[in-house]
């Protein structure tokens, strides 16, 4: 069948709600039809040129989407699958320079702040709008050095020997039924390999946006740390906000191998009738580090558990969580750690506020394989519930197979203290202004992790959600 | 549906001993390229039979601790039927995500039409 | 009666012989049979479902075991009394009354303890309201059906309001190798009430040696009314080859109060479902669960600590430690229902790894649905530490001793939260004798 190129009826923007919360007009050049069917996961390969073997990965992981049921646990899920758009080309060519960019999607960016950004420190940035990267620049000195920062679908065709080497090694498509999703429909997403020892000092930048209505957005990101080498790679996602559910399902792989080190850190706000299921994982080798930061705003339902996998003696995992739920918000995020060798550690410090009526739950695991000895892991979850509507749930999982580790796990959900509250009242701030204060006090130790203009960002999103002026 | 919580080929016969290696199930009811959980001494494994070998591992997946039994296999190895893991069935080895430690193998003999196996 | 069972098997025909042979009020008999369609509506519990994806029980036939095998054997005297005055007193064999013996003073305060489908016939006026109403759920599973369907002889304690019983009462279940016991429990405290009730079950030796298996398929109900104060330990010494299910729980009404003290060391299986609910402002309720496992023991224990009215407390502590290749699985919820302000609800599970091939599956949780709470949750996994078997060591002290002195320490915690010394004493005792020298 031939593709659907026309638009959709052109809609008004919402209006500027926030600053999060605008939308741009959409030219896509390319839109495939709605639905999910072995023709649209071929056209999808079609178009992208892709070899052979990327066509029938695709296609195998339909079938096995399709022979998964939906999951039972979690959030409620209520999707049709056949009302999604799965490929939008929002523009024929990547941007090589920002001035390669079409007028609205950089206006769109100039509304995120983007540019600014990078004018500032970026080392690189990718900018995902719809479905496929539109926008990429690298410092020079980074690739003198052999390090790749490209979009997937570029990264398919011009480094497919090495991408093909992991690519579904650490997500296999019949992990769950998103991943089998995202493995089938995948576009954009980031593909980075650092070569050994290189340690790349500023953060690594991609910025992910929904804009089409009922369009799926399926990133698939790959990030390879060679034996020594180091990297931070930053996203943010924001959506604008529409009448009707769309669905972001991505997957990240990351190997970080023997003394590297990789840093992934999402400052995630979509937009509040957004699922967001995503699965995330890394693989650690000896002596290695990975963190994940990890933090959730925004959207209907987020379902994500970044993993760490520590393979190798010495490895490191940490993760930290945060979610804020609002009004009509599920949060269903936390953290897995899995020893699978001796002399591992771990850590997982999740954090999580709900508000009018939200429901934000713990979902984590942290299991200890048998002979993974001298396992150390610590797991310490807080959570605050601002008001008598609004619901938190903790669901650790503890698994050890070995008697030589040391495995704890503290959960703990309470209020905002009153005391702490007439105090800061006394001092003459609003009630809001002080739980904001005392809110983004519980939240310190996520946002000194962060890049400053996250940071700011980060608080200066907390504080509308506490304002009530989102959601 | 019988009262038992699981279907399996149960040895009624008391276990006829062979040195360490006990009696699973007959040849003949074992098809080529087929498999059986069967209830070895309180444990229930998985045997293959490939022409005329046989091999035996445990009915577990090292992802989660779930069953192999109702996964499918091809040649040597089993897929996992709820998150896809795979293992040879030769070895125990995990071939991909989401397990990555082996499963346990079992010795098989087969003597006079009859399949033993020596739990590891 | 009871007393003429004679093998009744779990199927059709074992369940209309049981009928016949039970007398019992029309309403009970209604319940069974709704419960037997239930059991036959219901699927086995599989490893599908998330509760029992760890407990893997297809090696499980229900083919093999009966109602009423035994009941003339001797039986042991059990240890949770051991030195001390009861004022009551209840063995069964097999799902057969043995003993049952309630101190006349009790008996002229309105006090009933006895087996309940005796009682059941005499007092179903105090027995119907509760009875299988707000605390069991024969719908839940097939082996709570099952129960519901087929349960027979198990005890009743049925305290008036404002009677204070002061001496412990004492029910010892003991089950024959191979048979089947499906006995029910209901203890019902009126306003004021006190009591202090313990129980355990174990296995008769079998007479050829070999580990004695059977079936137990049991069901606690607890009602304690407004003020009143209960005392309830249970301690399982199955045999290990007995597969053990069970459905267990209390409701806790104003101001009233529970502790509830578990020692879990026998049997070859076990998946229990113990859950307590706060019904009424002010209730509180503390669970002490002490866990001892070795060989190849698969104990899996499913808590639920239900806030559903505001000012209460619940505190669950479960300690346990394994040998060999057994297992635990300890999965624990606090959920606290919309409105259950100034909820202050508490939940700790510590597993103590003595081999290299025990495995401990912990899985605390929390759901909360109101805001002025305090609740927490905490989980600890670890071996006994080398230093201190060092220590012991160099004080002249065997490794086995100093391992057994680890052990209990592990365990004092808990051991200091129960207030009755002869189930310390017990427990302490089970445990210390359990503990294997490793290297």
Known sequence: MALDISLEPEQDAIGEINKYNFRTESKAVFKARKGLDREIVAQISEMKDEPGWMRDFRLKSLEIFDSKPMPRWGGALDLNFQDIYYYLKPTNKQGRTWDDVPEEIKETFEKLGIPEAERKYLAGVKAQFESEVVYGSLKEDLVQKGVIFTDTDTAVREHSDLLRQYFGTVIPPSDNKFAALNSAVWSGGSFIYVPKGVKIEFPLQAYFRINEENMGQFERTLIIVDEGAQVHYVEGCTAPMYSSESLHSAVVEVIVKKNGRCRYTTIQNWANNIYNLVTKRAFAYRDAVMEWVDGNLGSQLTMKYPAVYMMEPGARGEILSIAFSGKGQHQDAGAKLVHAAPNTTGQIISKSISKNGGRSSYRGLAKVEKGAKNAKCNVVCDALILDPESRSDTYPYIEIAEQDVSIGHEASVSRIGEEQLFYLMSRGLSEAEASTMIVNGFIEPLVKELPMEYAVELNRLIQLQMEGSVG | MGNSCGSYQRNNQRPKRMSEFIFAINEADLADGGKSLVEVEDRLVLIFRIGEQFFCIDDVCTHDGGTLADGNHEGYEVECPRHGARFDIRTGAALCMPAFKPTQVHECQVTEGKVFVKLS | ?439
Request: charged letters at 20%; hydrophobic letters at 40%.
């Open chain 3, 1 to 439: 009666m009871t007393q003429v069972l004679e093998k009744i098997g779990f199927h059709e025909a074992g369940f209309e012989a049981l009928m016949d042979s039970l007398t019992q009020p029309e309403w009970l008999a209604e319940m069974r049979r709704d419960a037997w369609a239930k059991f036959n509506r219901l699927p086995w519990p599989s490893g599908r479902d998330e509760e029992w994806m760890r407990t893997d029980i297809r090696m499980f036939n229900l083919d093999k075991y009966a109602l009423g095998n035994g009941g003339t054997e001797a039986f042991p005297e059990g240890t949770l009394s051991e030195g001390v005055e009861l004022s009551g007193r209840l063995v069964t064999v097999d799902s057969v009354p043995r003993v049952s013996e309630l101190a006349p003073e009790w008996s002229k305060k309105g006090v009933l303890f006895g087996p309940l489908s005796q009682l059941v016939n005499e007092y179903p006026d105090v027995i119907r309201p509760h009875l299988m109403a707000r605390t069991y759920d024969s719908g839940v599973d097939r082996f709570a059906a099952l129960h519901a369907a087929f349960w027979s002889s198990g005890s009743l304690l049925y305290v008036p309001r404002n009677v204070v019983v002061n001496q412990p009462l004492h029910t010892l279940l003991a089950l024959s190798d191979g048979s089947a016991d499906l006995s029910h429990t209901l203890v019902i405290l009126e306003s004021g009430a006190e009591a202090t009730l313990l129980a355990e079950s174990c296995s008769l030796e079998n007479s050829s040696g070999g580990v004695p298996g059977g079936f137990h398929c049991g069901g606690i109900e607890m009602i304690v009314g407004p003020g009143a104060h209960l005392r309830y330990v249970n301690l399982q010494d199955l045999g290990h080859g007995v597969w053990q299910f069970g459905h267990q729980k209390a409701i806790v009404h104003q101001d009233a109060s529970l502790q509830w003290t578990v020692g879990a060391l026998g049997s070859r299986l076990s998946k229990v479902n113990q859950h307590v609910e706060l019904a009424g402002a002010g209730a509180t309720s503390q669970v002490n669960g002490v866990m001892f496992t070795e060989g190849k023991q698969h104990l899996s224990y499913h808590t639920l600590q239900r806030h559903a009215a505001p000012h209460c407390r619940s505190d669950f502590l479960y300690k346990a430690a394994l040998q060999d290749n057994s297992r635990t699985v300890w999965r624990g919820m606090i959920k606290v229902d919309p409105g259950a302000q100034k909820t202050d609800g508490y939940q700790r599970n510590d597993n103590l790894l003595l081999s290299e091939t025990a495995r401990a599956d912990s899985i605390p949780g929390l759901e909360i649905e109101a805001d002025d709470v305090r609740c927490t949750h905490g989980s600890t996994s670890g071996r006994v530490d080398e230093e201190l078997i060092f220590y012991a060591r160099a004080r002249g002290f065997t490794r086995k001793e100093a391992i057994q002195m680890i052990v209990t320490g592990f365990f004092q915690q808990v051991f200091d939260r129960i207030t009755i010394e002869s189930v310390r004493d017990a427990l302490g005792l089970s445990i210390s004798r359990r503990v294997r020298e490793y290297e």
